[in-house]
């Protein structure tokens, strides 16, 4: 069978995930004769003219009937269960095999179902929506629920993915379109763009397709805005939407592009040229990029909003540096390091050492010295990764100029004078 599938003989798809793993398709050109019928330039005559055609079909159909249901594609790009059997209706399809149709056009990304409850401005039913038919422009409750400025206590943060052609691939956002739609409880589309509000109210999404001068879709920024502190939601949603675009891409081998993610200072700001950061391996670490700051930041946040903007910020320094300079300032690190505030615990929770590591710390009634050095000795021992998760950590008990001797190698004191704000004197990272 895989054989037969992989030469086009048969359609077949294995997946006990879905219901389409019942059926195989052995004509495909018979598939795409019924592809054809529902999905065509003449998609919308097709739903308002008695032609030869559908004639028949549309017989026990009102012209007042098909005249909402074309009302309903042309401004939703959504079709009543009803008007696509109309469409197929040549071919005799009892139910059975146009649900098998239907569940073949969704695993093809060219439709996903809407299920309209009675409450709303549409006839209670079961539709099928088509990115490729929604209107170009962008809806107004877009400018209601998704201000351009972000509203007081939320945050925004952004990805983009930029194409190396200069043009996106023909069909790739759609694909997303349909792929995204059982992560949103409800949303609002347009030809170019989604607005969404996540399961579990974990915030909204934005992915809209950027333009150029002459109209082209060049790249997708994919945005999601939180209540401020749900870092975890900002993480998952990104995440998320990362995974369906990647997952997307692998239908266009030959297309390549890279990620950037945009300086959440520059966008909380509103700076019209936001700073954007290439991504290299996303979310491999602990923290996401979310709180990245940029030099375009420096003077336009206040001091007690987030911390102070350092040259390390910009430019990340390698995990295998920070070891370096640990291994090198070991015996200053010993004397400095606070661990009475809490950076065991935030160890732990980053995995960094286990519940029966930190009573080995502390075995024998060691020290507090005697703790931190063997501490040290066994971060010394620890994988790459764990490193940026150690500065993670010392963020969080508010010992910034730990991290500065990690990532530089010397004291915090030139950069923090340029400043004027002094390591004790920090504001506690968020």
């Not at 030869?52 to 790009?77: M, P």
């Amino acid at each position: 069978m895989y054989y037969l599938q992989l030469t086009g003989v048969v359609i077949y798809h294995s997946d006990r995930r879905s219901e389409l793993h019942k059926y195989i398709f052995h004509n495909p050109h018979w598939i795409l004769s019924v592809f054809g019928h529902v999905f065509n330039h003449n998609f919308h005559d097709n739903c308002t003219k008695f032609d030869s055609d559908n004639r028949k079909a549309f017989a026990g159909y009102s012209n007042n009937t098909r005249k909402i249901w074309h009302r309903y594609l042309k401004e939703n790009g959504l079709m009543k269960d009803e008007l696509l059997k109309c469409l197929v209706y040549k071919f005799n399809l009892d139910e059975s095999m146009f649900e098998a149709v239907m569940l073949l056009l969704q695993k093809f990304d060219i439709c996903y179902v809407v299920l309209i409850e009675k409450d709303t401005f549409l006839p209670a039913g079961r539709y099928y929506r088509f990115p490729f038919l929604l209107p170009k422009d962008q809806l107004g409750i877009v400018e209601t629920e998704w201000p351009e400025k972000c509203p007081r206590g939320f945050k925004e943060f952004q990805l983009v993915q930029q194409f190396v052609h200069p043009m996106l691939p023909c069909g790739l956002f759609e694909k997303i379109s349909v792929r995204i739609n059982g992560f949103l409880d409800h949303r609002f589309d347009w030809r170019t763009g989604i607005l969404g509000f996540c399961n579990n109210s974990q915030g909204k999404i934005l992915i809209t397709c950027i333009k150029d001068e002459n109209d082209r879709q060049l790249n997708i920024k994919f945005a999601t805005r939180v209540e401020e502190g749900n870092q975890v939601d900002a993480r998952s949603n990104l995440m998320t939407l990362y995974l369906c675009s990647q997952e997307c891409c692998r239908h266009y081998p030959g297309v390549a592009s890279w990620w950037h993610h945009v300086c959440a200072h520059c966008l909380k700001m509103s700076v019209q040229n936001p700073h954007t950061f290439e991504i290299q391996h996303i979310f491999l670490s602990q923290e996401p990029p979310l709180t990245v700051r940029c030099i375009n930041s420096i003077g336009m946040l206040a001091i007690e909003e987030v911390a102070p903007v350092r040259k390390s910020d910009v430019c990340s320094v390698p995990n295998s540096q920070i070891k370096k300079n640990l291994e090198a300032r070991r015996c200053d690190l010993v004397k400095d390091i606070d661990i009475s505030s809490g950076l065991l615990n935030e160890l732990r929770s980053l995995s960094v050492i286990t519940c029966e590591v930190e009573e080995e710390l502390k075995a024998g009634g060691a020290s507090e010295s005697k703790q931190k050095e063997r501490l040290l000795d066994r971060l010394l021992k620890r994988p790459l990764n764990d490193m940026a998760k150690f500065c993670q950590a010392l963020e969080k008990t508010n010992q910034m100029h730990i991290v500065t001797i990690l990532e530089s190698g010397h004291q915090y004191n030139e950069e923090d004078e340029d400043i004027g704000v002094s390591p004790s004197k920090r504001p506690k990272m968020q």
